[in-house]
């Protein structure tokens, strides 16, 4: 299915390419349920499903302003559950553990927890608005135009491909700096 005029995931990507908060903070939290039960059944916590939320949705979010899922072939909420699956895949990987269950094909099954994304809505439109333009800029390079950090170097002018790896790593982890620090004072 390519997302088509009309259809419900064609009015939902244009309303966050737009800056619609409410149809992404919709999207954020009818979504969340679904990656704590992935992250939680493959050994991973609480907080680790929310850094990796955190992260896929930052990415989702900026591929669809960029434009690049104006003709996505699949639902955005399978499209935002596989780029959480193979993130956390990838993070069990660095620390030596593995998936015990395979990819949930059947996404009705996994549980949704009704508000438990809300609360992160704000930070995150609040980092994407914070992390400044180079960040913002490599960060589209490199999930976006998934570009390699070679074509990055040279397009953004940094020394080599690992100069410009490392600046990349510091505007994520700057993301989820500002991330956690606006989490706090919501709750504070």
């Not at 193979?86 to 553990?97: E, S, T, V």
Request: aromatic letters at 10%; one cysteine or more.
């Amino acid at each position: 299915m390519i997302t088509e005029i009309g259809s419900p995931d064609f009015a939902l990507i244009q309303a966050i390419k737009n800056g619609n908060e409410k149809a992404l903070g919709l999207f954020y939290k009818d979504n969340f349920g679904k990656i704590l039960h992935l992250v939680l059944k493959n050994s991973g916590s609480d907080d680790d499903a929310r850094d990796v939320y955190q992260d896929c949705m930052m990415e989702v979010v900026l591929q669809i302003r960029g434009g690049r899922l104006d003709q996505l072939s699949s639902r955005l909420s399978t499209y935002l559950y596989s780029v959480c699956y193979y993130k956390w895949i990838d993070r069990l990987r660095q620390k030596g553990k593995f998936m015990q269950s395979g990819f949930d094909d059947d996404l009705e099954t996994a549980v949704i927890e009704e508000d438990d994304g809300a609360p992160y809505l704000p930070a995150l439109e609040k980092v994407l608005t914070q992390i400044g333009e180079k960040c913002m800029t490599l960060l589209k390079a490199f999930y976006y135009e998934k570009l390699t950090m070679t074509q990055i170097a040279s397009k953004l002018g940094f020394a080599d491909d690992n100069s410009a790896k490392s600046q990349k790593n510091k505007c994520m982890d700057k993301a989820r700096f500002l991330g956690k620090n606006v989490l706090k004072q919501h709750y504070s």
